[in-house]
């Protein structure tokens, strides 16, 4: 009997490999494929010996390893997307509270300006042209741009643990 099997093997696994292209192009994954095949159908193998369907259900056998496979390879990947994503989280966790301590810093040294210079700085943070904060200031816009310039430098000075 083991003749047999071995024959039937040998027979049949030419036309498995033909049929595992249709799960991979990998040369040594149609040969896994193939040989998974062979071993989980042993134990009903002599059974199927003579059968008419006996490449069919060995096809069975072979995209249903396949298909175990794809699924456990899945969730192995979604598992190391989502252990990712929480490092990514405490890290981003981590960049906020930075953040905050970064913005907290900033704020305080713009409260050391005076009221004139700490809203003609806020206005250009926030946007606004020179001519508009020269406008809005009554100021020459030559001298907005001069100060703006010179308050940059003092908050620079201040806050130069900053930058790299």
Same mark, same amino acid.
């Given at each position: 009997?083991?003749?047999? $099997? ?8 030419? +036309?498995?490999? @033909? ?19 062979? $071993? ?7 059974? %199927?010996?003579?059968?008419? *369907? ?6 069975? $056998? ?6 175990? @496979?794809?699924?456990?390879?899945? $969730?192995?990947? #979604? ?20 953040? *905050?301590? +970064? ?16 809203? #003609? %700085? ?5 946007? %606004? ?26 908050? *620079? ?8």
């Amino acid at each position: 009997m083991k003749t047999q $099997i071995e024959h039937v093997i040998l027979e049949n696994s030419p +036309v498995l490999k @033909r049929l595992a292209n249709n799960f991979t192009k990998d040369p040594s994954e149609k040969d896994d494929l193939v040989q998974e095949t062979f $071993i989980r159908s042993l134990k009903s193998l002599e059974k %199927f010996i003579n059968h008419p *369907k006996l490449v069919s259900w060995l096809y069975v $056998i072979m995209k249903n390893i396949y298909l175990n @496979r794809y699924r456990r390879d899945n $969730i192995h990947r #979604i598992a190391e997307k989502e252990i990712s994503y929480t490092q990514n989280m405490s890290s981003s966790t981590k960049n906020q509270a930075e953040s *905050k301590f +970064v913005v907290n810093d900033i704020h305080n040294s713009m409260k050391t300006l005076s009221d004139e210079n700490y809203k #003609i %700085f806020s206005m250009y943070l926030e946007g %606004f042209k020179y001519h508009e904060i020269a406008s809005y200031m009554a100021i020459k816009e030559g001298t907005i741009k001069t100060r703006i310039h010179s308050i940059r430098k003092v908050l *620079k000075k201040k806050l130069g643990v900053y930058t790299p």
